[in-house]
């Protein structure tokens, strides 16, 4: 549906981009997901929280720990989410202590 969408020419907005994200996430489609990530630098979505956790969600997910950590620093205002996500993410793919100091640095935050 979103490349048909894209095929004909519609504007995606921040709504559809976390949707497509979301469920890249889901079926562990990372390269799709990739590209929506492309896309939406692209098209000049900064990384708020709504999408910059949507994409945490889905590189963690995924497995590629190294682009969330990424995403995670771009995320100005981090929220309970992405901290949560970026802690659970390190977790389930067994960087425990990395997933550790996360907590640690939430915690020093606030």
């Known amino acids: 549906m979103f490349v ?3 095929r004909d020419g519609g504007r995606i907005n921040r709504s559809a981009f976390t949707c497509v994200l979301s469920t890249s996430a889901d079926i562990a489609a990372f ?3 990739k590209q929506i990530h492309g896309r939406l630098v692209k098209a000049g979505y900064h990384t708020g929280c709504y999408v910059g956790n949507a994409l945490l969600s889905m590189y963690c ?3 590629s720990i190294d682009e969330a950590y990424d995403v995670f620093e771009e995320i100005a205002e ?3 989410v992405s901290w949560n ?3 659970i993410g390190y ?3 067994g ?3 990395q997933a550790l ?3 640690e640095s939430m915690k020093e935050a606030g």
Do not use: L, N, S
Request: net charge positive.
């Open 4 to 6: 048909q969408m894209k």
């Open 31 to 33: 390269e799709f997901g």
């Open 61 to 63: 997910k995924c497995g």
């Open 78 to 80: 981090k929220d309970a």
């Open 85 to 87: 996500t970026m802690i």
């Open 91 to 93: 977790a389930r793919h």
């Open 95 to 97: 960087f425990g202590k």
């Open 101 to 103: 100091r996360q907590f």
